[in-house]
Every structure is written in structure tokens, then in C-alpha cells.
């Protein structure tokens, strides 16, 4: 009979025949189905009709109760199987075996779990937590094949989501003791459930890990695009504050991060350092971004925190950044710490320049500039002459109205200090009788 299905044609009426035969086999003939041998079980397995599958998957149900073995290939041939029914035999079967003997089949279980079928992946998700939970040693193993299937990416659509939560929520236990090199082979791979499981599992080695990490890198991974990695370098952060202090200034640069979580992390972090921490170099790498709310926190952070003794070389850093805003808030210390220095306003020129060359744009920021140009100007001969010199070379560039201020301050700087020579020649007003009066003066003589 065996030899007679394996026979039929793969046609509609065969079909029926198939399960026909199939359901007499198990029910009349079942005590005799144990006879029948490994290599006829192969053949009934590979046969597409669905009838003669079920006979070969009843076969191996008889086959593992009288042995407690299955050969691997053979089981992968049942829950590959193209029909829902031969594949649930073949997971009762798995089901219904002992630990040891799943133990022995782990590898199966792993390609069950990343397998295409929603209902073999499902149906597995228990016998991998009896086999992780019965042998840890061959928990470990089940996970280290999920994550070799995830990093290779070449599992089917909403595979990856599955893997992820039997390693994050079954396997927790056994991925807890990953090496810090399989976690780096998650967080650098280009599967996002791989980075997923590896900003998870950083999480819990921050403490080791961010040992061997530069301060600069843990900033980076506060830009990655999975939370879980950015959640990690939050908790680097946090259980290690003696070495961020220690490079608060490369630390600061977490406030520039890609997301907004992780700046509003950094924004938290730092409002709670002490502000003797602070230096100039930190303000600034923080002021020193192109986004606004991260430059309207440096405001305020140096607004709360600055010492006059870091004063010169903080105007002279924010006096080197392009971004308006930043620009004007360097306006606040000039008085402070650049009058009545000349060598310090030297130092600042390209400052000067770059504000009042912008057109249209600006317009407090050049009024602060002039007006303070003027009052050291008028201060020394020295300063008179570098400032007339700097406003002389801008004022043929820039626009009418603020060249009409500049022309003002230099006049005003020359009055003060005649020794000072002036860019500018000065034409008399030329004396002219009206034609009236002439003709009046005319009539008389």
C-alpha cells in the first residue's frame, strides 16, 4: 500500500485518494506503520500530495515512540511541509518529546524559529523556553544561532520581529552572558532588530563596557538610530560621572545629538554638574551647533555657570562661530572683556568683520558692534587707529546705512585723535552769490 501511494500522480483525484488511504492507514492498519523504514519515511515526506505527507508524518510520530530519536532532516522534511496539517503533526511530535531529546535537536529549533510560517514559529516559542530553561548550556547555543540568523539577513518579512522577542524575552537569562564581542557585532550590524538586541544587551554591560569606550564614542551611540543603543549611552552616562567630568567637553557634545531624546538626556545631565566644571572649552562645544534649542541651552547654561576668569577666551570662541545668534550673544562680553585692550580687539577683527558684513541680517548685532567700535576708538590712539583702519576697508561693502554709521564713528574718531589719519578728504563748500542778488549788485553801479 506504502508503494501504491508513493505511486500516485500529483492530480486532483489522486489527492482525494491520498487522504482516503491516509486515514485508513492510521486507523486500521496504525500496529503495522511501525515496520515500515527510515528511507520509505523520506519518500512519503517528499511527495506532494498532501495525503501521502500526512502517512510519512504519521510514520514519524511511530517512529520517535519507538526510538525517542528523530533524524533532523527528516522533521525539518515534516514542518516544511507546504500543508498546515502535516505541519502541525510535526510540531505535536516535537511537543510531545522529552527535553533531552529536543536537546539534542536544538538546531532544529532554531530554523523553526526564523522559519517563513507563522504557525511553526509560534509553536516552537515553548520548546525553546523548556530547552533554555532545562539546559541553559543549549539555551545559549539556540541563542547564538538566532543571532547568526539575524545578523546574516536573509530571514522573510516580519521574522526578524519575532527572532528579537524570543532572544529579548525568552532567552533574557542566556543573552544577559553574550560577550561584549557578539554585542558589538549586534550594535555594528545593518539589521535594526540586530541593533535592537544589541543597545538591550549594551544596556546591561555599560557598566564593563563603557570602560573600554572613549567618552567620545559613548556620545556618537547617543546618535543612534535604535532607542535602546541611545538608552544605553544615557546609563554610561549616569554610572560613571567621575570620568565624564573628567572630559566634560567631549561629553558635551551629546547635547548636539542626532535625536531629541538624547539631547533632552544631556540638557538634564548637565544642568545637575556643578558649575565649577565648567570651562570655556565646554560652553562653547555646546554653544557651537547649528540647531537652535541646543544653542538656546548653551545660552543658558552660560548665563548660569560663567566665571570672569574664563571670560577672554570664551568671547574669543564664540567670536569664531558663523551662526547669527551665536554672534550676537558674543556682543554681551565685549564690554567685559575686550575694552580698552587693543590686542584683544585685534584678535577679534575677523569677528567684527563677519557681523557687519552680513546683509540684511543682523541688525542688533551690528548696532552693538558699531557702537562699541566707536567708544574704544575714542579711548585710545591705538585702538582709534585700528578701528578706523577696519572700518575704512568694510565701509565700501557694506550696506548704505551702516556705511553712513561708519563714516559718522570715523569722523567722530578723528575729532578725538587728530594724529590719526583719516581714509577721508574733505571737500570745502564752494561760495555762490544766488543769480538775483548778482543782478541787484549790478543795477547799482
Not at 573628567?246 to 531624546?261: E, G
Not at 555657570?305 to 574669543?316: H, I, M, N, S, T
Not at 564713528?409 to 589719519?421: D, F, K, Q
Request: aromatic content about 4%; some cysteine.
Amino acid at each position: 500500500m506504502i508503494a501504491a501511494l508513493l505511486a500516485l500522480p500529483d492530480d486532483a483525484q489522486s489527492a482525494e485518494i491520498a487522504l482516503d488511504v491516509a486515514q485508513t492507514l492510521s486507523v486500521a492498519l496504525g500496529h503495522h506503520l511501525a515496520e515500515v523504514g527510515p528511507a520509505a519515511l523520506r519518500d512519503l515526506l517528499a511527495h506532494p500530495l498532501a495525503g501521502v505527507q500526512e502517512v510519512g508524518a504519521e510514520l514519524l510520530s511511530r517512529l520517535d515512540s519507538r526510538s525517542g530519536l528523530v533524524p533532523v532532516d527528516v522533521v525539518l522534511a515534516v514542518v516544511r511541509s507546504p500543508f498546515a496539517n502535516v505541519r502541525a503533526v510535526g510540531m505535536r511530535l516535537l511537543a510531545e518529546m522529552p527535553d533531552d531529546a529536543l536537546t539534542l535537536n536544538f538546531k532544529l529549533l532554531v530554523h523553526l524559529t526564523a522559519d517563513k510560517n507563522a504557525d511553526l514559529r509560534h509553536a516552537s516559542r515553548p520548546l525553546v523556553v523548556r530547552v533554555a530553561r532545562a539546559h541553559p548550556e543549549i539555551g545559549l547555543a539556540l541563542a547564538e544561532g538566532l543571532v547568526e540568523a539575524l545578523l546574516r539577513r536573509k530571514l522573510a518579512e516580519d521574522v526578524p520581529s519575532h527572532v528579537l522577542r524570543v532572544l529579548r524575552d525568552d532567552l533574557a537569562d542566556v543573552t544577559s552572558g553574550f560577550t561584549r564581542e557578539t554585542v558589538w557585532r549586534l550594535l555594528r550590524s545593518g539589521s535594526p532588530h540586530a541593533q535592537e538586541l544589541g543597545g538591550i544587551l549594551l544596556a546591561n554591560l555599560a557598566k564593563t563596557v563603557s570602560a573600554e569606550l572613549e567618552v567620545e564614542d559613548i556620545v556618537e551611540l547617543g546618535s543612534h538610530d535604535i532607542l535602546a543603543v541611545r538608552q544605553a549611552a544615557w546609563t554610561m552616562f549616569e554610572s560613571d560621572p567621575a570620568r565624564i567630568l573628567a572630559s566634560l567637553a567631549a561629553a558635551a557634545r551629546l547635547c548636539d545629538a542626532k535625536w531629541q531624546d538624547s539631547r533632552e538626556f544631556a540638557y538634564r545631565y548637565f544642568r545637575e554638574v556643578p558649575a565649577e566644571h565648567f570651562t570655556a572649552d565646554v560652553l562653547v562645544a555646546i554653544i557651537d551647533s547649528v540647531k537652535e534649542d541646543v544653542q538656546a541651552f548653551g545660552r543658558e547654561l552660560t548665563s548660569r555657570v560663567f566665571r570672569d576668569e574664563d571670560g577672554p577666551a570664551l568671547l574669543l570662541k564664540l567670536s569664531e562661530h558663523p551662526q547669527r545668534s551665536v554672534q550676537l550673544f558674543a556682543t554681551n562680553y565685549l564690554d567685559r572683556f575686550a575694552s580698552d585692550k587693543v590686542g584683544r580687539l585685534e584678535q577679534l577683527v575677523p569677528y567684527f568683520t563677519s557681523v557687519l558684513s552680513r546683509v540684511n541680517q543682523g541688525r542688533m548685532a551690528k548696532a552693538r558692534v558699531l557702537a562699541f567700535l566707536l567708544r574704544e576708538g575714542l579711548r585710545s590712539a591705538p585702538a582709534a587707529e585700528l578701528v578706523v583702519k577696519l572700518l575704512h576697508r568694510l565701509s565700501a561693502t557694506i550696506a548704505i546705512e551702516d556705511r553712513a554709521t561708519a563714516i559718522e564713528a570715523m569722523v567722530a574718531i578723528g575729532r578725538a585723535h587728530p594724529e590719526v589719519a583719516l581714509p577721508i578728504r574733505f571737500i570745502p563748500t564752494e561760495q555762490r552769490a544766488r543769480p538775483d542778488a548778482a543782478r541787484i549788485a549790478g543795477k547799482g553801479t
